[in-house]
């Protein structure tokens, strides 16, 4: 199973059964612990030695549930039974030690660090960084770079012999050089040779934040100062800004070339599209018939919500689209590097408020190289709350260790055992900071000598992270249950997978057996082997009818019926079935050649060349579906294995007080 189906899967399951906080107890069940106090918790099931209590269901339930209306009984048997189900497989996942797997320790690790990032952030910077960036979204920079490569690590003399070269090429741009042609003659950027280091326009988020700084920091016509990123040194030339558009969702009819000499070829398809549109034509029925771009071309040609600034959308295709003037507008033909394209506007959204936005651009931030500022005002805040001291530090570093960095690059070094800084009551010794170094320093074959201090501050930040990220769950109650959450959801996954999706998949012979046992949900209704043909008018439409009636193939009808229009006739042949699809319903289901009712202007018409009767589907011809059920089988099989295992115990009095008669 692939690593998307994996995730997939996996939220599935939280969404089914709520994001849940698990704290069953390991006590043997005894009548006594009934407790019928309302003011105390009350026992609602149990499953082999432990107890589920009231309050543990209800907060569970109560995330999973929508409005603020008491629950109803069915609402609460219906969650009963999943909550069941649920706890039954996570045991079962802990009975067999999944939880000590190094593949689930690592996979919940990862999920660890991005469920603990909320909590290592400072809201002051955080607001002041998602209200920049908002603001710097309703505009778009039309910018150019020119790059002299100089790597984080590289010698002073080499990043000095930089920043000297790219003040050179600044000074001859200021003294009145066009940039492009500078770009072009030096920058190392490989794809300055061909644009002149033009970037087109962008806006917040689409380049590296210090990069996104210099590009709207400095005025229109200028060339910034010098920014460095990891890259190496930037100038930023700035041709243009302007307001953003907003968003806007367009439909498209495309048709394809694939070489020079198809451009006219396919401009006259295209045209004849055109026209059709032009005379009336239903623009979802010409999509269907004529559109190329078989990712869109079943649901009306639609895109997903573009912008001006929208990358891997051809400029030309934005600009156009930006021109039409109202919902419904087509426009002309256009030809971009995938085909010949006609636009039309579906809808237009300008920019969002900042309060619908707040929450989209702070997640965003929270992964932007933006979120850097925020971690210096956490470190310096986290340095006082747990209260980190320097001991031997950076003087420490400078003075013995330097000269073995280049060592610390392949291999930890074991250190003197001196200490280094200190963290509450833990000791940081030079052992941690070669360990640190040998696991983050670059792999590059520069000195490093020169960067100790930047090397033993990075160093510094991370272990303060570190320290206050073991503490989250002593420290904040809902980080420790969201953490409970996710082990659960995860092992529950995991098991499931092995016990029913992979093995479903894997078993052909389970699945053989189970389809032969099952033969009789398998079957095909009476069936028809068709031609589906529509034309373009009436007229198209007699032609086509009375070739079909002569028992002419399709290669030849679609030969003589589009000598003279493309699109005049188009056919789908297919085998249907007459109970799952309406167009047969309109006709008998025998031989011949029948017309279909004119609908939104299409003219259409039906050949039935065989009828196909019922027959039993073979396993090949229905694998998805069989496959499914067999998925089913196997989970219900497996809950009453589990029932066995670990006997079920509903507490109904109980139950009942949960919920409203």
């Known amino acids: 199973m692939n690593t998307m189906i994996k995730v ?193 326009y962008f806006t917040s988020f689409q380049m590296i934040y210090s990069f996104e700084n210099a590009a709207f920091n400095t005025p229109v016509g200028e060339v910034s100062l010098p920014i460095r990123t990891k890259y190496g040194y930037h100038l930023v030339y700035v041709s243009d800004k302007r307001e953003s558009m907003g968003d806007m969702k367009v439909a498209h009819i495309m048709i394809k070339y694939y070489n020079p000499s198809q451009i006219d070829s396919t401009k006259e398809r295209i045209d004849a599209v055109h026209n059709k549109l032009k005379d009336g034509g239903d623009w979802a029925t010409l999509v269907e018939k004529f559109s190329e771009d078989y990712n869109t071309n079943s649901k009306g040609g639609e895109l997903s919500w573009i912008n001006r600034t929208t990358p891997n959308i051809p400029v030309e295709f934005k600009d156009v689209a930006y021109t039409l003037k109202k919902d419904g507008d087509i426009s002309d033909p ?85 200490v280094l800084c200190k963290i509450g009551d833990r000791d940081y010794t030079d052992s941690y900071f070669f360990g640190y170094v040998a696991t983050n320093q670059s792999k590059s074959n520069k000195s490093l000598t020169n960067a100790v201090e930047d090397i033993y501050q990075a160093f510094v930040k991370q272990i303060n992270l570190d320290y206050e990220e073991g503490l989250l769950e002593e420290k904040y109650e809902a980080f420790k249950n969201i953490m409970q959450e996710y082990k659960d959801g995860i092992l529950l996954f995991e098991l499931t997978d092995k016990k029913v999706w992979s093995r479903a998949v894997r078993d052909t012979l389970g699945l053989q057996t189970f389809y032969d046992q099952n033969k009789e949900n398998y079957i095909w209704n009476k069936r028809a082997d068709v031609d589906i043909f529509s034309c373009s008018d009436s007229k198209a439409r007699k032609l086509a009818m009375k070739l079909a009636k002569k028992a002419k193939s399709t290669k030849e009808i679609l030969n003589r019926c589009n000598a003279n229009n493309p699109i005049a006739v188009t056919i789908d042949s297919k085998i249907i079935e007459k109970s799952k699809d309406p167009l047969l319903e309109k006709i008998d289901l025998e031989k011949g050649v029948y017309k279909i009712a004119e609908e939104s202007q299409q003219f259409r018409f039906v050949r039935i060349n065989d009828i196909l009767a019922p027959t039993q589907k073979l396993l090949d011809e229905n694998r998805g579906a069989i496959t499914s059920d067999y998925q089913n089988y196997l989970e219900a099989s497996w809950i009453e294995d589990l029932k066995n295992k670990f006997p079920i115990q509903v507490y109904e009095d109980n139950v009942s007080r949960l919920y409203n008669d």
Not at 353 to 361: A, C, L, V, Y
Request: charged letters at 30%; glycine letters at 4%.
């Open 334 to 418: 256009i030809k971009t590097r995938f085909g010949w394209h006609i636009i039309k506007r579906i809808e237009i959204k300008p920019i969002a408020s900042f309060e619908e936005r707040k929450e989209f651009i702070r997640r965003k931030v929270e992964r932007d190289s933006r979120s850097e500022l925020n971690k210096e005002v956490v470190v310096a805040r986290l340095k006082q709350e747990n209260n980190f001291q320097e001991v031997s530090g950076l003087k420490a570093v400078r003075d013995s260790f330097s000269a073995d960095l280049l060592q610390a690059r392949y291999k930890k070094q074991k250190g003197s055992g001196i």
């Open 8 to 200: 997939v899967n996996f939220f599935a399951l939280l969404l089914l059964l709520g994001t849940f906080t698990i704290n069953a107890q390991n006590v043997t069940i005894s009548p006594n612990q009934i407790n019928e106090d309302a003011n105390q918790t009350f026992p609602i099931f149990s499953y082999g030695d432990k107890i589920v209590y009231d309050d543990e269901f209800m907060r569970v339930f109560n995330k999973n549930k929508q409005g603020d209306s008491s629950p109803t009984k069915q609402e609460i048997e219906e969650y009963l039974d999943l909550y069941v189900k649920f706890k039954l497989k996570v045991e079962q996942a802990y009975r067999l030690k999944m939880d000590t797997l190094p593949s689930f320790m690592k996979e919940l690790a990862g999920y660890r660090k991005q469920l603990a990032q909320p909590y290592l952030t400072d809201k002051t910077v955080t607001d002041r960084l998602i209200k920049e960036a908002y603001d710097r979204g309703r505009y778009e920079v039309n910018a150019s770079h020119l790059l002299i490569n100089c790597s984080s690590d590289a010698k002073p003399a080499d990043t000095l012999s930089a920043y000297q070269k790219i003040l050179g090429l600044r000074a001859r741009i200021k003294n009145g050089e066009k940039f492009e042609e500078i770009a072009k003659a030096y920058s190392e950027d490989p794809s300055a040779k061909n644009n002149s280091g033009v970037l087109g």
